[in-house]
């Protein structure tokens, strides 16, 4: 079964350094996105990707966040400057197209401090 | 801004029992998906709906969404231990490619035995 995955799992930063969160997502998939998890909240949508630009982004992606798909193969978001309120588990995820379920990666649980 | 909110949010029942979760929203999504979380991992992809009054089956499980494409349910027939976890209902808004979904708050089932 092909997987999106997600590097690293855990980062602890502190308050104003900037951070990337990498995954790869699954090779076939055209379509790609970044979604956060506070504890105990909903799954909110953050940014989605395709054809190399953003498609659509929401009010919580601001100007701090940015996204990246250096090679073909690596998909990325960097958080320019942290904020507490940024700590959250972050999970990448993609999609072959309209319709199509997506494949989520395992998350990376950012701790900010 | 659409919304879905899932009911109940925990349910604890004796295996062998049955249940229904449901998924509900007064705006219509373009499709409806089902997904498990475990803790600390992404959420998996049970099934996608699309056509309004569409029901699929996955073993013991029933998805259908609403004539109206507002709603879905998830049934379990004879739940087991095995199906404890949380489940989320997410709906697709759009009709492009790169679709956002909305996620809910989740149910957390635990089936005891």
């Known amino acids: 079964e092909p997987e999106v995955t997600q590097t690293p799992s855990h980062q602890v930063t502190q308050m104003g350094q900037e951070v990337i969160l990498r995954c790869v997502p699954i090779?076939?998939?055209?379509?790609f996105y970044w979604y956060r998890q506070i504890l105990g909240q909903k799954v909110e949508f953050l940014v989605s990707?395709?054809?190399?630009?953003?498609?659509?982004k929401s009010e919580i992606f601001d100007d701090q966040f940015s996204v990246e798909r250096p090679d073909g193969s690596n998909f990325t978001l960097k958080i320019r400057s942290t904020k507490l309120e940024d700590s959250a588990m972050y999970f990448c995820?993609?999609?072959?197209?309209?319709?199509?379920?997506?494949?989520f990666g395992s998350g990376t649980r950012l701790t900010v401090v | 801004t659409q919304l879905l909110e899932q009911s109940p949010q925990f349910l604890s029942i004796q295996e062998g029992e049955n249940l229904t979760v449901y998924c509900n929203s007064s705006?219509?999504?373009?499709?409806l998906q089902w997904y498990r979380q475990e803790p600390g991992e992404g959420p998996v992809l049970l099934v996608t709906?699309?056509?309004?009054?569409e029901v699929k089956k996955l073993k013991r499980l029933t998805f259908q969404f609403g004539d109206a494409r507002k709603d879905s349910s998830l049934h379990i027939t004879a739940a087991q231990p095995g199906d404890t976890g949380l489940y989320l209902c997410?709906?697709?808004?759009?009709?492009?490619?790169?679709?956002?979904?909305?996620f809910g708050q989740g149910t957390r089932l635990t089936i005891n035995p």
């Open positions: 995820a993609s999609n072959g197209g309209l319709h199509y379920g997506y494949t």
């Open positions: 090779s076939n998939h055209l379509y």
């Open positions: 990707f395709y054809n190399n630009e953003i498609s659509e």
């Open positions: 705006s219509v999504f373009s499709s």
């Open positions: 709906v699309v056509t309004g009054g």
């Open positions: 997410a709906g697709a808004p759009g009709i492009q490619g790169a679709q956002k979904l909305v």
